[in-house]
């Protein structure tokens, strides 16, 4: 996968330096400092922590009449003062280009990503003890072709591979490919299907897994005023999950569900806010699929000219969506956020969360309180032409 992704940098940064055209290198900082009263997330046995993040990154752009090609590198090097097992120092790597013609949009994305596993255990499998790096590869070509003047069809396709540091989860392997169909119908509403399909293969010390998942989904959107707009995803899903254990024993299991996504915006003078609902498949780390139900609301408010406040919430439920588990874990969270304009292109975030975490199989219940500071700064970079 590493000379997949040097290929198409290699070639592409090739084709791009043989036209002259407009480039930029811009960067950004973004160091914290967090209190946190239970950093593993224990009901009991609790542990309180300081640590602290750092996130330079840079990115270098390169613009033509109809190509359009960004990478973006750098580090998030995470220190802790007590659990130093914790301390991590993560690269990572995007590169996205795009190709335009008269009626088509080729576009190409590579990405190399090294990640603490601890990150994501919301998302995935509710583990806040592990200290396990997870490196995630990805490539993914797609093209948009406008087949008339309101019709547009989409082709997606995504190969990615995710290998852990440690034993604790499976390493994984993932092929999908998604079409899909839209067609404006007025000026507010469009409307079209996407068809898609994945295979992924896991593999960890007690056994391998393989799962086909289907998706069939209407698809919209509508704006309803200058304020208010919505759009969604509505539609079937299937899985076909085999199991085979070290005994080469296997297992295999079909189930079907629904699929949606609602997000629903709003945006006024001083205001935004924006509401999602969710239910999608997911593959996790401990090599089952989890079927995650999600809602997320989130708002901000200008204050003044430097100064805006607003609140971040969210409730999820993770189930495995294999048959016969009843086995479910809830997250909620809640983060009231104020942000000052310190400078024109630097500003300081004071925020608090409340992260809240059930698991009915092992019975638990797991509560955390943190204070984070962040300066956020954005370099403008240089600019110039060959």
Known sequence: MHKLILMALFCLFYVSSVQSAE??????????????????????????DFYSTFKPTLTASHQLENI????????VVERYQDATKL???????????????????????????????????ADDTGDFETNSIATSESISPSVRFD???????????????????????SDSRNRSLTTSWTRDFSERLNGGVSVSASHNESSGLTSTTEDDTYNLLLTSKYKLSEVWSVDGKLGIRKLES????????????????????????????????????????????DGDVSE??????SWMRDLSEKLSAGINASIQQTTSARDGDNDNRDNVSISPV?????????????????????????????????????????????????
């Open 87 to 121: 301390n991590s120092d993560n690269p990572f790597l995007h590169f996205d280009t795009g190709y335009k013609t008269e009626r088509a949009v080729w576009g190409l994305k590579v990405s190399y990503v090294e990640s603490s596993s601890r990150d994501d255990a």
């Open 147 to 169: 087949v008339t003047e309101r019709d547009v069809l989409s082709v997606n396709a995504t190969y990615a591979t995710k290998e852990f540091s440690t034993t604790d989860f």
């Open 338 to 386: 104020v942000n000052w304009k310190v400078l024109p292109n630097a500003n300081l975030s004071f925020s608090y969360t409340y992260r809240q975490q059930k698991e009915s199989e092992l019975d638990t219940n797991a509560v955390s309180n943190a204070v984070m500071v962040t300066f956020n700064y954005a370099w403008d970079g240089i600019r110039f032409s060959r």
């Open 292 to 297: 995650v139900d999600n809602l997320t609301l």
């Open 23 to 48: 480039w930029s290198i811009t960067g950004s900082l973004s160091p914290s400092l967090v209190y946190d009263d239970n950093i593993f997330m224990r009901d009991t046995d609790k542990i309180d």
């Open 242 to 285: 085999e199991v085979t254990d070290l005994f080469g024993m296997t297992d295999t299991n079909s189930s079907t569900g629904e699929s949606l996504s609602i997000n629903i915006a709003y945006s006024e003078n001083v205001d935004t806010a924006h509401v999602s609902l969710s239910r999608s498949l997911s593959p996790s780390s």
């Open 68 to 75: 359009d090609t960004h990478v973006s590198m750098g580090y």
